[in-house]
């Protein structure tokens, strides 16, 4: 089928999409030759001066890069072990199959920031109940947002909260849209429940975990509301990630050129990454 | 063996489920604590640990010149934003995902396959990126600090959503389905709503919700391109957070901000357990 | 007064799906077109229903060049191997459908439907869902609405 009217489908989502985006993305890279700042907040020209900065004299910008790719390839493996096994439990019959499907889902329904509001509370260091009730045990207060090492696992465990459910919700769709076929076939054969997993489940499963990693990977990215409320970014740059970094130096101390500058650089590098992930995991899951 | 995967699969649920569901329980708890009960010890469970009092969700209905946070109309303004740039975003993408679906695009060296990830690739950017030239894009057209201004924000942010469910939804209907009709007498748009539109509906309503769910939840857009003619809930609750701990009212609005989209927790599960949305999902 | 094919060719890839195709069909005539599998069989069916644009040929119906025609213009019929029927639409809507398409009076449209359904043996089947029929009654649905629409040409 090739008709002239599939123009009139296509190009109006995709004027508007380009039509909001163009001006930003034109704009960033303009910014990004200049030395907007609070001082002189204009667009002047400087050339590539915000980029030579970036490479050779920032390296705190790097290490949030870093600290990011950390927190969201640990975040993202916790994610798709933990809602893997989740997928697995519920999938065939078990007693409060529905109650126990809804609980695994609802955290991914409430708003990051906002449970993590409440979170804050819930790891307060002198007020908050985990403490309280680990000191019942006999354990000395742990400094969940003070400690530089232990605000990095207090993160990573809000992160895990609030979106395994997705993870756990794209894989348990997909483990109930596969063919029964291979499974009779796997019973007839007798084999054991490990190796129907390692036979049978995990290969059918390989695509659609690589799809749901993937999105995770790119959503896990862009990791910034927990961390601008949980820690700040704290304690010191302990937590602060790429993108709460240009948030720093954009819009708190308006840099607004070298914010641009690291913008656009952090797009490249994340659009260039992630695509080598893709394609990496797709050759490691899928064997011929 | 088999006893041993039991036991852990029903004590792992378990442990799951306490994570789950703490935070909620915690919250329940402290919106009805005075400041007593929050700042001298830990406390648990009304009326044995404490005294509970409704101050806590009294407060979100008064005005704030009488000391209240009025969170009525940030709850407002939430649900147009997310309404109205979702419904856009459905429409528009759903479209697209049609076109893409059913034709063959060729410019130059770009295939359909390219023009989805171009619709897609959107969720990569971060929102730090945008928000910068966004701010200044949209005082420039007049439009910061205002409901439009973030609907047009939302619809970057929904429409790849759309997109990506709604191409792998109508890849899965029959092609021979709108062929039939275009036999039967329909033009390409006919065909469209007459025929493969009333078929789409479980894939529009996943669509539609991840969009909800995804325009709902947004903060940072927010945070940064409104200030104090139209709010936001998540935007109002953090400000909460900021001022001196008044942990009861936190927890109340928190409780009350995240709630309407448990109801799409249960909408999610129903199809999944009626097995429409293994179509719908990748 | 035929159904006349020059030349088709169609070649969407690297390979011909149809490769130089002559025909000339008699108006009130049966054709059978044999072939093995994947020789193009379907293929030459959609493209004269107009499905398919072949890139090189034409094709005359009734001394009019067919091909400068659309397919919702052309008043074909063409029933698929697998059951195509609309399945938002009850079994009598799905027959009525492309009769609706064609704006018929409704007096019309109900003379056709019944004898339709009459040839096909689904009389008292009208309010029943498509996914309640077995195989065989969906295809005589999908049946049933190409005979309702008289159509000049039947794929």
Redesign the interface.
């Known amino acids: 089928m090739n008709f002239k009217h599939k123009f009139v489908f296509l190009f109006p989502g995709l004027f508007v999409l380009i039509g909001i985006l163009i001006f930003p993305i034109i704009f960033t890279i303009r910014l990004s030759l200049s030395g907007w700042n609070s001082y002189t907040p204009e667009m002047n020209f400087i050339g590539i001066t915000n980029y030579i900065r970036l490479f050779t004299d920032d390296p705190r910008f790097w290490e949030s890069f870093f600290r990011l790719s950390f927190l969201s390839v640990t975040t993202v493996i916790l994610q798709y072990v933990i809602g893997f096994a989740l997928a697995m439990m519920v999938w065939r019959e078990i007693k409060f199959k529905r109650f126990f499907r809804v609980i695994f889902l609802v955290p991914m329904m409430t708003t990051p920031v906002i449970m993590t509001v409440i979170w804050r509370t819930f790891f307060h260091e002198s007020l908050g109940p985990v403490n309280d009730l680990l000191g019942g045990l006999g354990v000395k207060p742990i400094l969940w947002l003070s400690d530089p090492v232990i605000a990095k696992f207090t993160v990573i465990i809000v992160e895990v909260w609030q979106w395994t459910p997705f993870m756990f919700l794209l894989l348990l769709a997909g483990l109930l849209s596969l063919p029964k076929e291979p499974f009779l076939a796997a019973a007839i054969d007798g084999a054991s429940p490990f190796r129907k997993f390692v036979y049978v489940t995990f290969p059918l499963m390989a695509p659609i975990s690589i799809g749901a990693i993937i999105i995770r990977l790119i959503e896990a990215s862009k990791i910034m509301d927990t961390v601008f409320v949980l820690t700040s970014g704290g304690p010191g740059t302990a937590t602060e990630t790429s993108s709460f970094y240009i948030y720093i130096k954009g819009l708190r101390e308006f840099q607004m050129g070298y914010a641009a500058t690291l913008s656009f650089t952090y797009l490249v590098i994340m659009i260039i990454s992630l695509t080598i992930i893709a394609k990496v995991l797709t050759k490691l899951m899928i064997k011929e | 063996m088999s006893k041993l995967y039991t036991f852990l699969k029903y004590f792992f649920i378990t442990f799951w489920t306490v994570f789950v569901v703490a935070p909620f329980l915690w919250a329940v708890s402290t919106s009805f604590k005075d400041f007593q009960s929050v700042n001298s010890k830990v406390t648990y469970i009304p009326w044995l640990d404490f005294e509970p009092t409704l101050e806590g969700w009294r407060v979100l209905i008064k005005s704030p010149a009488k000391g209240g946070v009025d969170i009525v109309e940030p709850y407002f303004n939430s649900i147009f934003v997310t309404c109205t740039a979702s419904l856009i975003s459905i429409v528009l993408g759903t479209l697209a995902a049609y076109a893409l679906s059913r034709f063959t695009f060729k410019a130059g060296f770009v295939r359909n396959n390219d023009i989805t990830f171009f619709f897609i690739s959107q969720r990569i950017m971060p929102p730090i990126v945008l928000s910068i030239p966004f701010f200044i894009f949209l005082s420039t057209i007049g439009l910061l600090d205002s409901l439009l201004g973030l609907v047009v924000v939302y619809i970057v942010l929904l429409m790849p959503i759309a997109v990506w469910i709604m191409v792998d939804f109508f890849n899965r209907v029959p092609k021979e389905l709108d062929e039939t009709a275009l036999i039967d007498g329909c033009n390409p748009y006919q065909a469209f709503y007459k025929v493969v539109l009333p078929n789409s509906i479980p894939g529009l309503i996943v669509a539609g919700m991840f969009c909800i769910i995804f325009g709902w939840i947004d903060f940072f857009f927010a945070f940064i391109l409104t200030f104090t003619e139209v709010q936001l809930l998540p935007v109002k609750v953090v400000a909460l957070n900021s001022s001196i701990t008044p942990w009861w009212s936190l927890s109340a609005s928190a409780l009350v901000s995240v709630a309407p989209l448990i109801i799409v927790a249960f909408i999610v599960e129903r199809y999944l357990s009626k097995g429409n949305l293994s179509g719908a999902l990748k | 007064m035929n159904l006349i094919g020059e030349k088709i060719s169609y070649k969407p890839d690297e390979q011909f799906h149809l490769n130089d195709v002559s025909f000339n069909f008699k108006k009130g005539n049966l054709y059978t077109i044999l072939g093995r599998t994947l020789s193009g069989k379907t293929t030459l069916l ?1 493209t004269i ?5 072949p890139d090189q040929g034409s094709i005359s119906f009734e001394e009019k060049d067919f091909i400068k025609i ?4 052309r ?4 029933v ?1 191997q ?1 059951f ?5 639409l009850n079994v009598y809507e799905n027959i009525t ?2 009769l609706e ?2 704006k018929l009076s409704p007096g019309q449209i109900k003379k056709d439907v019944d004898e339709a359904l009459k040839t096909v043996g689904l009389v008292g089947f009208e309010n029943r869902k498509i996914q309640e029929l077995s195989g065989g009654q969906q295809q005589r649905v999908a049946l049933a ?1 190409s005979l309702a ?1 008289k159509a000049k040409i039947c794929c």
Not at chain 3, 75 to 78: R, S
Not at chain 3, 84 to 88: F, G, S, T
């Open positions: 959609k229903a107009g499905l398919l644009n659309p397919v919702w213009e008043n074909v019929a063409m698929y697998q195509i029927n609309y399945p938002h459908f492309p398409q064609r609405r629409k």
